[in-house]
């Protein structure tokens, strides 16, 4: 035979045939043959010739061939890429969920609450973080503070002089612009023709406000607004509400005439849009600053009324600026008080400022419960994350043998973490997905407690990029212990049935344990934290809050409140009426412009002072300890008489007795001590009681009304007073409130909190026991044999009950020794915010543990009672 | 192993597996039973009785070298196992038999 190559190569087109219908193995073989007849009948017979038999060679190979053997593929696994493995890895792990469904349910939904948990918070912490962070320059502004230190006390004060910002300007190269901002909280309503309105948050800025901030003028000039002192600048918001929401094609708005309460006239010089909801720095109308540097007292150096931002260059060293202010004020003025200057950054005011004498009234966050809201977010994710990895390790008894198998073919342990890891990511895919669902149930909860309007921003590249980042991090977090563990299986002993799965038990037990620690320690934090609402919200304040009403006269009516208040004493629905300079909740008006008899050198007190009328005692029923009320009759009484607390007295080194007829000098005004009145509360629980002093002065301006009402009458007595107010001042509405609601709203921040962690610990409990419930059932399974056994001996079923929770609860008693001193600690660090709190009791404690060991012992004896009652005939049958 | 029938192709695919030895595969095999015969054959049919007779256990099989050719394709080169010997050794007695019960009159004298 003479074997010369082929000089051409047969038609493609055959080959493809060929290809196409035989195995892959059978097609090498047959194309060899194939090519190695088509060279010769080339050679013997020509090209053309050649073609034809091969044609028909090819075609017949149609034919109905055998079936192959397996052993006859040989190139198999050769073959096999990863692709296919990971294919076969998603299909044992989904027959896997298939198969044992109480599990897979446990699995991924605990996951899913403790992501859609964690995802919530998540959401609430960055949109937190967003606050001031749409300004071009918010890293180059800061705000500047002072911390004063007054009889001994440092306080943070946020304002600063008005000629504060001027100076710092000429006196620094690294601040380039500098903008003030105050609140004109006296400025009320405004008027254009007949119309009124009184707008929320009116500020009294500098032109700079719209080149320091992000602000937007819609109309008017940004160079120029504000620059003359009778300017004003108005919100969208309001534009619309004065002039329609056409009002910019509602004619030449700009120019128009602004009347403000106290008669001043105003010309609108320009638009603004709304700040955005991310602004700490909210307003409806500005002022200019520019008037008050004309006009008026409070734009002294001696007088704190500006917040001054700064705006400095962006390659400005700040701790060295910060350095160079510190003692800056004392350029300027001689200072009574040590007073520093500091820089707070923009983005830092809304979540880090705690500043005293309401020196700091907008927008505020607050990062204690930022941080509050991290840890209960971790805690829930943990306790889902142990969940996972505890039934993943303890089913392992009906891996292994997979795992021996696989290894015997010849899997490595590498491919096997792969396979498991891959299992536990699909798993949190769907886990994922499901939280995102749950997200749209608990989004809106939140969005209601925190007064939020969050969305899930879906749209965001960088929220998906980060949930993703997520998934990949709880997928690693879930499913690499499992997948170390289960894959370091030898398959010898595995298959012979010898592997001992004790090793993961003390990690298991650990796990458990770690969770109900954190279970435990969420559940005590809810109930303090409740618990110290209820006391401040029940606390005897030292006055009677039920019917007392608390009526704000704006500034016009002032000088008629004395006339006011004979006519609200006529009607028969109302027990009491007092004059006040303050509400009772917050005063915040001090001096430490006060000396008393036999003071020692050195020491000062700072007194907080209202001014009131005879009247006030009786209607707020507030207890005289020592001396007498104040009496119209006797004049000195509205010149030299104070009224001071037992706080004061004390501070001053006398008791309550002791007190009486003592002189004392406030603003230089000297007088006796005629009476001591029982402390009561003026601030919220966060603070101590101060020293404070009442003064009898009818001709000082008042700022409001208390009103008693008869017990029943409140609703006619909110109509009258209403009728009255209406008599005297026909523009405004009557602007009164409840001293009792004013008091819940100050402790809205603790309250919200409380529902929130309540809520959260409420899940974290859930899913404690949905793990718990998982691994109780494993056990029950696995020890079905030995119950039965057991029974045949003569065991009852509550011998079997009890030795079956008896492991449990070992457990939980565990965890409960090791976190309740830990939220012992946690809670007691928390109450110290309070100067009034409760003590974290014993029997909190006590009340805990057995709502534990109740709620995990259903969960348990649920399975422990059905794994009792079982027929051990039915357990033991089948060996 | 039960008796096993060969067909007439079968057969000559079998006896020509057991003298190619080394060089069996599927195109030799073809092209030698194509000489000796001088009958078309199909590499098809030879292909799928090989493996006909390999699932019956007659021949074995292992890949072999690849020659330029075939264009670089490996062979399969087929081994007659003992019980295929055995039994074309067992069809050859039968015949045997059968020759001997025919009258010498009508015998060939050459075989």
Not at chain 1, 37 to 61: I, P
Not at chain 1, 198 to 214: G, K, Q, T, W
Not at chain 1, 776 to 802: P, Q, W
């Amino acid at each position: 035979m003479s074997r010369k190559p082929p000089s051409t190569l047969p038609p493609k087109w055959i080959d493809r045939f060929l290809q196409w219908r035989l195995p892959e193995d059978q097609f090498e073989e047959v194309q060899g043959d194939m090519q190695e007849l088509y060279g010769k009948w080339v050679n013997e017979m020509g090209k053309k010739k050649a073609k034809w038999l091969y044609f028909l060679h090819a075609f017949t190979f149609l034919r109905f061939l055998p079936k192959r053997k397996p052993f006859f593929k040989i190139n198999q696994y050769s073959q096999a890429n990863s692709f296919h493995m990971i294919a076969n890895y998603l299909k044992v792990g989904f027959r896997n969920v298939i198969r044992q469904k109480v599990y897979s349910f446990i699995n991924i939904g605990g996951l899913a609450i403790g992501l859609a948990c964690c995802i919530t918070i998540g959401l609430y912490i960055w949109d937190e973080y967003q606050y001031d962070r749409f300004h071009t320059n918010y890293r180059h502004i800061y705000r500047v503070v002072e911390q004063q230190t007054q009889a001994g006390t440092l306080y943070d004060v946020a304002s600063t002089p008005g000629p504060l910002a001027p100076a710092l300007k000429t006196d620094f190269d690294e601040i380039k612009q500098t903008c003030r901002i105050s609140e004109a909280w006296w400025a009320g309503n405004l008027q254009i023709g007949e119309k009124i309105i009184e707008p929320e948050d009116i500020l009294v800025a500098d032109n700079s406000f719209f080149h320091v901030f992000d602000f937007k003028l819609i109309e008017g000039n940004p160079q120029k607004v504000l620059l003359n002192p009778d300017e004003v600048v108005i919100s969208e918001t309001l534009a619309k509400r004065f002039f329609g929401a056409d009002y910019a094609n509602a004619g030449n708005i700009l120019g128009r005439q602004i009347r403000l309460k106290d008669g001043r006239l105003l010309t609108l010089a320009g638009v603004a849009e709304n700040p955005p909801l991310h602004s700490q720095i909210q307003f409806d109308a500005l002022l200019s600053c520019r008037y008050d540097e004309l006009n008026s007292d409070n734009y002294k150096w001696n007088g704190n009324n500006y917040q001054t931002y700064v705006l400095v260059s962006q390659d400005a060293d700040v701790a060295a600026l910060n350095e160079k202010l510190k003692n800056y004020l004392q350029k300027h003025i001689t200072l009574t008080n040590a007073t520093t200057l500091s820089l707070q950054p923009l983005s830092a005011i809304y979540l880090y400022s705690d500043f005293d004498f309401l020196t700091d009234r907008g927008k505020r966050g607050n990062i204690t419960y930022v941080r509050v809201f991290m840890a209960v977010g971790t805690i829930v994710l943990l306790i889902a994350l142990f969940n996972f990895i505890n039934l993943s390790t303890a089913r392992a008894m009906s891996r292994a043998k997979e795992v021996g198998v696989r290894k015997v073919i010849g899997a490595l342990r590498k491919q096997l973490i792969v396979q498991f890891l891959s299992e536990a990511s699909s798993m949190t895919v769907i886990a994922v997905i499901l939280s995102l669902l749950l997200l749209k149930l608990f989004l809106p909860i939140l969005n209601d407690i925190a007064g939020k309007s969050i969305a899930i921003p879906f749209g965001d590249a960088a929220f998906v990029l980060a949930l993703l980042g997520f998934t990949l991090m709880v997928s690693l977090l879930a499913g690499i212990y499992p997948a170390l563990y289960l894959s370091h299986f030898k398959p010898v002993k595995v298959l012979k049935g010898f592997q001992s799965l004790q090793s993961a038990q003390f990690f298991r037990q650990s796990l458990v344990i770690s969770q109900f620690a954190l279970s435990v320690i969420l559940i005590t934090g809810t109930i303090v934290i409740y618990k110290q609402l209820a006391f401040m919200q029940n606390k005897n304040l030292g006055f009677d809050k039920s019917q007392l009403l608390h009526v704000y006269l704006p500034s016009d009516l002032r000088n008629k409140a004395s006339v006011i208040k004979t006519d609200l004493e006529n009607l028969t629905s109302i027990a009491r009426v007092a004059s006040t300079s303050g509400n009772l909740v917050d005063i915040n008006q001090s001096t430490t412009h006060f000396a008393w008899e036999a003071q020692e050198s050195g020491a000062s007190i700072l007194i907080t002072h209202l001014n009131i009328d005879p009247d006030f005692l009786s209607t707020t029923g507030m207890t005289l300890l020592a001396g007498r009320n104040f009496n119209p009759a006797i004049t000195t009484d509205t010149s030299s008489a104070y009224i001071i607390n037992e706080t004061a007295a004390r501070q001053m080194g006398w008791t309550v007795d002791e007190a009486i007829g003592k002189k004392i000098s406030f603003w230089d005004i000297e007088g006796n001590v005629i009476g001591v009145v029982k402390d009561f509360h003026f601030r919220p629980m966060t603070t101590a009681i101060a020293p404070l002093l009442f003064r009898y002065w009818p001709k000082e301006s008042i700022s409001g009304l208390f009103v008693k009402a008869k017990a029943n009458r409140v609703k006619e007595a909110i109509s009258t007073i209403a009728q009255i107010h209406k008599k005297y001042n026909i523009s405004t509405a009557l602007d009164y409130q409840f001293v009792d609601q004013m008091l819940e709203k100050q402790y809205r921040t603790e309250q919200n909190t409380a529902h929130i962690v309540f809520y959260f610990s409420i899940l974290a409990i859930v899913v404690s026991c949905l793990g718990l419930f998982g691994l109780a059932t494993h056990t029950a399974e696995r020890r079905t044999k030995e119950i039965g056994v057991r029974k045949v001996l003569g065991a009852s079923v509550a011998n079997i009950i009890l030795l079956f929770s008896k492991d449990f609860l070992k457990l939980i008693l565990i965890s409960f020794l090791i976190a309740s001193p830990i939220a012992w600690y946690a809670m007691h660090r928390w109450l110290q915010d309070f100067a009034y709190s409760i003590n974290v009791e014993w029997w909190i404690f006590l009340f805990t543990g057995l709502l534990v060991v109740t709620i995990t012992s259903l969960t348990v004896s649920f399975q422990a009672i059905k794994a009792a009652f079982v027929n051990p005939v039915e357990s033991l049958r089948n060996e | 192993m039960g008796k096993s029938y060969l067909g007439e192709f079968e057969e000559m695919v079998l006896l020509t597996v057991a003298h190619l030895q080394s060089d069996a595969y599927g195109a030799a095999i073809m092209e030698d039973i194509q000489q000796r015969t001088g009958r078309m054959v199909i590499l098809s049919a030879v292909h799928v009785v090989l493996y006909r007779l390999e699932e019956k256990g007659l021949v074995t099989s292992t890949v072999g070298g690849a020659t330029a050719e075939r264009g670089g394709r490996r062979k399969r080169i087929f081994t007659i196992t003992a019980y295929g010997i055995h039994t074309l050794a067992q069809i050859r007695q039968q015949r045997e038999e059968l020759w001997q019960l025919i009258p010498k009159s009508i015998r060939p004298s050459t075989l």
